[in-house]
């Protein structure tokens, strides 16, 4: 059982030299970063690598270890398949994909032992008020008050970081500056920000799935600093 590799997916075993690692170590070797790994090594990481046959099915993708950031003993991922996660803002369970996978490790080349802590839809709402953020501080650099379309601009990067009341501000203040035949979608702006909320941006509140579910109702275990922890062996 030594020699033999076991597929993550179907759980099936393959003698060490049928899997094509030990010609993958040999080529690794001759990188600065496998050069200290041991002969044999890749027979030790058989949590990280599925058969020939799941890869011929497309049930995972393959991995290209000489690219990807393993330092400090970090996994080397000889493949990649579909994985289930547990999203911290919204609580719901969501797939990382084999193609995102590659996509993280090996083109943007992301510390293998990283991981999306949110599903694509947070994701995607938290850059979405970083991108905001930061484009709101560079236009204010190069703030011109007295042009009616920088401060109309200047309002919906307000909006998109969650400052209803600075987005509404500046959009008066282009509306008191633009052209008489802009003014009408302006005031029309206006009144529509005024009758919506601003969308929150997700908030991390979870740190884990419940292991216990008769215990605890819910998605996931809310952080809640005030609750004074009950140790079982505590006498």
Sequence with gaps: ???LMRCQLCKSFTPHEET?????ESRLSNLPKFRHCRPGWTRYASEHWVCS???DQGRALPGD????DCRGG????FAHWDETKFCVYCGE????TAGEKKFWYEERGFFTRAAPKGCPTCRRAVRSRKTAQRRLAERLADLDPDDWSNLSELSEL???TGAKEKALEYLRRAKNRCPEEQRESLLARIRELESREVERVPVAKYWGRPNQPDEFSGK???IDRTREIEYPNKK
Excluded: R
């Design 1 to 3: 059982m030594k020699n």
């Design 20 to 24: 094509g690692l030990p010609e993958l």
């Design 53 to 55: 046959s799941c890869l």
């Design 65 to 68: 270890p000489g690219v990807q």
């Design 74 to 77: 970090a996994p080397i991922l």
């Design 93 to 96: 369970d969501f797939i990382f």
């Design 158 to 160: 307000f909006w998109a």
């Design 220 to 222: 996931g275990w809310v």
